[in-house]
């Protein structure tokens, strides 16, 4: 079993900047890769970014240039820095893994206004 627990959401004006983490703990060797997906209200839940464990990443077009995913695998962390915020990138932001299971964390809220 697996636990993803994210921090680092908050109220962020745009073109600001904020990084989420998220700390890992538990094991299961079928994960090969962390995802960071985002829930904006009304909307359906899509993919922002990925890291794998050999450290190749993907992002979705919308965050392109802006944000940058990345790992601490000593500290079992994976990290968004998400830079050049805007009002659209408001959204709730999970942490994601597929193994034998799927692993989703609690969630943190990201809010992108003046």
């Known amino acids: 079993q697996v636990q993803l627990v994210e921090s680092g959401g908050g109220l962020v004006q745009p073109g600001g900047s904020l990084r989420l983490s998220c700390a890992a703990s538990?094991?299961?060797?079928?994960?090969?890769?962390i995802h960071w997906y985002r829930q904006a209200p009304g909307k359906q839940r899509e993919l922002v970014a990925s890291?794998?464990?050999?450290?190749?990443?993907s992002y979705v077009n919308s965050v392109k240039g802006r944000f940058t995913i990345s790992r601490d695998s000593a500290k079992n962390t994976v990290y968004l820095q998400m830079n050049r915020l805007k009002p659209e990138d408001t959204a709730v932001y999970y942490c994601?893994?597929?193994?034998?299971?799927?692993?989703w964390g609690q969630g943190t809220q990201v809010t992108v206004s003046s």
């Open positions: 890291i794998t464990y050999g450290g190749s990443t």
């Open positions: 538990g094991s299961d060797f079928r994960i090969n890769a």
């Open positions: 994601n893994a597929w193994g034998s299971n799927i692993y």
